[in-house]
Structures are given as C-alpha cells and as structure tokens.
C-alpha cells in the first residue's frame, strides 16, 4: 500500500468538518474497493482536488494502482482544462460532484461520497514510463499545461526526508491549510499518512473561526503555510490565543519576510515552540532543505540545509562547488529530483531528463557552515543601459525604506513597482534611480491595496502584468 499506510490499521487517519473518523484501517479498504472499480491500471486520470475524504481516497488509488493523477484545482479556467484534456487525453476524470465541467465524450462510471469517477473511450491508450506516477502542475493558476514527472521512488525519498527533518510523529496531527493540488499540500498528505498521525481535512480558511475550533478541538499539533499565511496568522494574532497542543509551525512555498521570521522565531522560542523552515521545488518533489530556526536564531535569513542525501552546489562565473558565500544559481542533487517536464503525451515516455541534477532557477549562496540562503531567481533579473539588477533586492531595498508591501515586475522595458501604502512616488523613483543608476523614467508606480495572489498564496505576477497594461490602456 502506498506510503505503508496498512501498518497504522486502527489509528485515526483522517477527521472531517463533519466529525467523522477514518481509521487506517478503515481508508485501506476503501482505497481497496474504489481500485476494483477502475478498468484500466496504467493510464492518466485528471484529480480535480478539494480537503475531502473522496477526493484523497481517489489520489492514493490512483498512485497504489498505477494510475498516473494529474492534480489540477477546481477553479481552474475552463479553456484551461480543455487544453489539459486535449493535450494529456486522460481516461478518467475524478471531480466533485459539484463541480461543472463539460464532459462531453466521458460517461459516469462510480461514486464515492461527494466525487464522480466519469470515464472515456475517445482517446487511444497512452504509452507511460514504467517508473511515472503523478504529475504535478508547476505554475498555480496561470494555466501553463508543463507538469512535473514524478516518480514513486520520488515521492518516498521526499516523504521520508520532509518527516525526519520536521521530526513527525503519529502524535503531531495536522490540519489541511493548503489545496491537495499544490505540491505543497500534497506533502503534508504524503508525510503525516507516512508516520501514522491524524490529518484534519477541512474546507474552512484561516479567516475562519470554525478553523480555529478544528485546531482546538483537534488538538492539532503541526500548523504548516505559505508567506500570505503567516501573514494573516500575525494579523489574527496567533500569539494571542490558546493552543496548548500546536508544538511546531512549518513555512515554505516562498521567502518569508525578516519581519515575520523574526516575529515567529520569537514568538515559537518563548512559547516552547518549533519554528521550521522549508524551501523547495516541485521539480525537486517539493522540497529542498528545511531546518528549525528556533535551533539557530543566527541563521534566521537562510532557508537551511539540504535533506538527507541532498547536496548543494553553487554555480557562479567566480567560484563554483563548495566555495562559501559566493552568489550564483543553485544546484541541487539527490534522489528526489523529479525526471523531468512533461507538456504533451509524448513527454510521458521520456526517460529521465534531469539524472538527479536540478538547476533550481533560483539565486543564492551557501555560507560557511552549509545553510542555504535565497537571494531571487534568474528570471527575475531586469536589464537596462547593459546593468543587471534583481527586482527581488529593488522589492527587498523599498521594504527596507517604507512601510508596506512592494511587489516589481518587468513590463514594457520598465520597472513596475506596485505598492501597499500611501508613499511618494516622486521619492521613491529618485531613490531606486540613485541606488540602481537608471532613470527615474524607468520606473512606473502603481498602487494595489491588494495583491492579486494564486491558489496557492503566492503573489500572481502574470496578474499583475495585465493589471499594469489595463492601467496603461485606461490612462491613454
């Protein structure tokens, strides 16, 4: 069974909004019955993913079964999805009730629950890599079809390697707080089925109070989020309320802001807390390197050290392998590291691309004692009058300066910076022309009280570029 989940039998496995308990045991067989229901063992099926029991007693059939999932959200836009379907051609589609799709060409073929198993016949049987077992999206909600090949093996290693690092146990349960479609969510799925613990699937958010009495009630022990996350934890002052049984609080999917890492550090120190953090990619199976900073408060801007039989080399023009606190782009190896992209169903064949070698796209150094710090990505370099800038530290000098958010962007040549607060433009044009040496006509000011962000939480940066050209085209 997938993650040895068989050997927890009578321990509670899962809790719903609605208080029902499944045990082990008890999600074992149903992974049993619903696998005798599928025709075709070594095909694609489409997840459309929500925090519900159906919903993850389908993905573990799908991966026990040798069906390969491709975990898509259920705010998907429709023409998204139907480039997904022509692209993948998948056999099943595995979606809530509730959800309205057309699905023109599948007929319904079994329930469970509030989920719909619907099934087709129009597409030619797909040739798969024997080693492929799911294939994770990338990009959130922009609708990119490029999907990560992962391997079973794959998503062992990380599993292992996420649940020794946060030193979980079956006593640490945990409470969903981020869509099983992210690979993120996936991995808290992954690693508190792999130790036996109690995961609490819940459809309230953050905002919510009946989230804060799943916490209670539940006696949740593991709280895990994204950047947006912690900042809504701070707003809601988390540090105020009573939660006797949460012992650790766990960060990726971003770079948290020095502000919030030091505020949690604090706060997890003096409530006899652990505070961890993550970094990792979904081309690396989701994760990296993670550690408690509550053990090293001196490292309080790194993102920690690689998991167990991980290695990290720093790839720069200056020095390059083990050469401490040199900037370049990092490079990760292990066992984790994903075969490789999938775009259509041709990719799905392909052997392993990567060979245990991912170059992360990300921006970095490793300082003398082998903890990672993120500085940007690649991608995120703006160039004019021939000078490279990162628009991470353009962001990161403005925090630095004013209150408030700053998010940039490149578009059209210039440097876009959208802001929280009530700022003087005029200022902060002459500042970053002084600090970068461009012009003040290279920047252009744009005030957001709110950020456009993804399902995920992170900022939505394609958002951002069409509400830039919007406000261009309402000022001409």
């Known amino acids: ?137 990338t990009s959130g909600s922009t609708g990119s079809k490029k999907l990560v090949r992962q391997t079973r093996e794959n998503l062992s290693i990380n599993t292992v390697g996420i649940a020794e690092s946060l030193s979980l146990d079956e006593s640490l349960s945990t409470i969903t707080t981020l869509p099983l479609n992210y690979t993120f969510g996936m991995s808290v799925l992954h690693t508190h089925l792999s130790v036996g613990s109690t995961i609490h699937l819940t459809s309230h958010s953050i905002m919510q109070k009946d989230f804060w009495l799943r916490m209670r009630d539940g006696e949740v022990g593991v709280l895990y989020g994204v950047p947006f996350t912690f900042e809504m934890l701070k707003k809601l002052k988390i540090h105020h309320q009573e939660l006797p049984y949460l012992h650790v609080l766990a960060q990726a999917g971003g770079k948290l802001s020095p502000e919030l890492s030091d505020f949690f550090s604090g706060w997890c120190q003096e409530a006899a807390k652990k505070f961890y953090i993550m970094y990792g990619q979904a081309e690396a199976t989701t994760r990296i390197s993670c550690f408690c900073l509550n053990e090293y408060p001196e490292k309080s801007r790194s993102v920690g050290y690689p998991l167990k039989g991980g290695e990290i080399e720093i790839k720069s023009e200056k020095a390059a392998g083990s050469s401490s606190n040199v900037v370049g782009e990092i490079v990760y190896r292990g066992l984790n590291v994903c075969m490789g992209y999938a775009e259509n169903t041709d990719d799905l064949v392909l052997d392993d691309s990567w060979c245990g070698e991912l170059s992360t796209g990300d921006t970095g150094f490793v300082d003398e004692d082998g903890f990672i710090f993120v500085t940007g990505r690649k991608k995120r370099m703006v160039k004019l009058y021939g000078h490279s800038v990162s628009l991470d530290d353009i962001e990161a000098s403005l925090a630095a300066e004013w209150p408030g958010q700053f998010v940039c962007i490149e578009c059209d040549e210039k440097v876009v910076v959208f802001y929280s607060k009530a700022h003087d433009t005029v200022c902060l044009s002459r500042f970053l022309a002084t600090k970068l040496k461009f012009q003040t006509k290279d920047f252009s000011f744009h005030r957001l009280e709110k950020f456009p962000r993804t399902e995920s939480g992170k900022i939505n940066y394609h958002q951002l570029g069409a509400v830039y050209r919007s406000s261009i085209v309402a000022d001409s």
């Open 1 to 137: 069974m997938i993650f040895s989940i068989d050997q927890f039998a009578e321990k509670v496995a899962i809790q719903t909004d609605d208080g029902d308990r499944y045990r082990y045991a008890e999600l074992v067989s149903m992974v049993d019955e619903f696998s005798n229901k599928l025709e075709n063992h070594r095909t694609l099926a489409i997840c459309f993913c929500e925090n519900t029991v159906a919903c993850v007693v389908g993905y573990l059939t799908f991966l026990n079964t040798g069906i390969v999932p491709i975990m898509l959200g259920t705010q998907i836009e429709p023409s998204f999805l139907v480039d997904y379907v022509n692209e993948y051609r998948p056999y099943y589609l595995w979606k809530p009730r509730t959800l309205k799709i057309d699905v023109t060409g599948f007929k319904l073929a079994a329930s469970l629950n509030d989920y719909d198993l619907w099934v087709t016949s129009k597409f030619a049987r797909l040739d798969l890599h024997p080693q492929l077992a799911l294939l994770a999206t």
